[in-house]
């Protein structure tokens, strides 16, 4: 077929010319205007950092406590910086049917400050908005009480074995974490459910029970915090 023949074949498949005005082109479906970026869910392995942009622990395996420190906005107690106070504790409280919580106590010229921080957990365990963030001085009778707790408080030592196996997690519980700086030496412990541990469920657990510390004096320390945090904990949530 020549190329004249093919024009010719393609102007009859033409419609026919007519006076009707041609139709409008359809018009495009509105576009919708751009969604706002939503975080993804945070799977407990990503590690945050404190506000100034310091790390919380020195190993990943405290990946998963990172996400509540930061969303309370709360530093570092283990990488410190310059101007930091020389005494420091910190009670992390993260129940799975309650909001985190934190209670951080540290020295001032003037005293001791506290600050409280609660956050709101969805029922999806997503992390919302503040609750509750307080900061203010010790009182007389509350500095007392808190210096009479800490002194019987086992902080210091490094969790060993023996505890790791005891305290260690489950399913449905709740992770009792203590920080602390104290002479100028960095120190997290984290038990799980202390509320309950006691010597009828150690020795289930583990053969030794004379390398686990004093984990009553430590729930009394918790407990004294919680008082001086002046959050209202019904009894039925301590686990």
């Known amino acids: 077929m020549t190329r004249l023949a093919a024009l010719l074949l393609i102007a009859s498949a033409s419609p026919a010319f007519t006076d009707q005005p041609p139709k409008d082109p359809p018009k495009e479906a509105p576009k919708e205007a751009p969604s706002e970026s939503i975080p993804e869910p ?3 392995y990503k590690l945050h950092s404190d506000p100034s942009g310091r790390q919380y622990f020195a ?3 405290g990946a998963y406590l990172t996400q509540f420190l930061a969303a309370m906005k709360e530093p570092s107690l ?5 101007k930091r106070p020389e005494f420091e504790v910190r ?3 993260l129940r799975t049917f309650h909001d985190p919580i934190s209670i951080r106590i540290w020295s001032t010229p003037k005293g001791y400050m506290v ?4 956050i709101k957990q969805n029922e999806d ?3 919302a908005g503040t609750l ?3 900061t203010r001085l010790l009182d007389d009778a509350e500095t007392k009480a808190f210096t009479a707790a800490l002194t019987k408080a086992p902080l210091a030592a490094p969790m060993n074995e ?3 196996s005891a305290g260690a997690g489950g399913t449905d519980g709740a992770s009792w974490i203590f920080e602390s700086y104290m002479a100028k030496k960095y120190q997290n412990i984290d038990f799980w459910c202390l509320e309950h541990f006691g010597p009828t469920r150690y020795e289930t657990l583990v053969e030794d029970t004379s390398k686990i510390r004093d984990t009553p004096s430590l729930l009394k320390f918790a407990l004294a915090l919680l008082k001086i945090s002046k959050l209202k904990i019904p009894k039925d949530d301590l686990y």
């Open 91 to 93: 009670f992390l409280w």
């Open 59 to 61: 190993e990943e395996r």
């Open 162 to 164: 023996t505890e790791e």
């Open 115 to 118: 600050r409280t921080v609660r």
């Open 132 to 134: 509750v963030d307080t």
């Open 78 to 82: 283990f990488d410190r910086g310059d």
């Open 125 to 127: 365990y997503s992390l």
């Open 42 to 44: 945070d799977n407990g």
